[in-house]
């Protein structure tokens, strides 16, 4: 199946830092999500973006949906130990009609050092 | 409280036996979908149902089967034809035909298979 790139795989970072995370693909997507999954647990909605350009926030969070419709970036702001997780990219394909499919990135692994 | 329930949390099988994962939501939602998520990897899509009565293979169904009865349930069997279950299993929802595209997880089943 196909997956998006998502770069870095994993950031090791000092509470307090900034952190930027993005995916990137060879193929045009008309919405971009951004989730957050803790170790055992499903992931979690963060940021759901539906326009080329669209800059997102919440929080300490934001997202942009790449011009090109084939990128996406995520900024954490001011790190916090709990957002220690996983955090994936979804791309939303449209295969026409009623059919659409998310494409998931391979993650990327966020570890946070108080 | 709305939201989308997998049981059990945790389930071992004897290797050559079927078991069925449960996914309830109450969202009133008309999409359903299974993923299995492997160690270290994104996640990879084994069926979805955009209404009742229909559900459509996704990127790895070989040795998994589902059945959509019911608009809040999506049970998924993991056969014994499946030659690697071990994995983590996760159901999504979204509004679908009803628009939205937003998925949104329940907390995950891990199946070992000894």
């Known amino acids: 199946g196909q997956q998006l790139n998502q770069s870095p795989q994993s950031m090791f970072i000092q509470e307090g830092e900034d952190v930027s995370m993005n995916c990137t693909s060879s193929s045009i997507f008309n919405t971009w999500l951004w989730y957050k999954q803790d170790p055992g647990e499903g992931p979690v909605l963060l940021i759901a973006?539906?326009?080329?350009?669209e800059l997102t926030s919440n929080g300490r969070l934001t997202a942009q949906f790449g011009i090109t419709r084939k990128d996406s970036f995520l900024n954490i702001s001011a790190s916090i130990p709990s957002d220690v997780g996983i955090y994936f990219c979804?791309?939303?394909?449209?295969?026409?009609?009623?059919?659409?499919?998310?494409?998931f990135g391979t993650g990327t692994l966020l570890a946070v050092q108080p | 409280d709305g939201g989308i329930t997998q049981s059990p949390k945790y389930l071992f099988r004897k290797e050559g036996q079927n078991v069925t994962l449960s996914c309830e939501q109450n969202?009133?939602?008309?999409?359903m979908y299974w993923y299995r998520q492997d160690p270290g990897q994104g996640l990879r899509l084994i069926y979805y149902s955009q209404i009742v009565n229909d559900f459509q293979k996704g990127d790895i169904a070989e040795g998994y089967s589902v059945s959509r009865e019911k608009k809040e349930s999506f049970p998924l069997t993991v056969t014994s034809a499946q030659k690697n279950p071990t994995a983590f299993y996760l159901c999504a929802s979204s509004m679908g035909l009803a628009g939205g595209n937003e998925q949104f997880f329940g907390p995950g089943t891990r199946l070992t298979v000894l």
């Open positions: 979804a791309g939303l394909l449209h295969y026409g009609g009623a059919t659409n499919k998310l494409i």
């Open positions: 973006l539906y326009k080329a350009g």
């Open positions: 969202l009133n939602h008309d999409a």
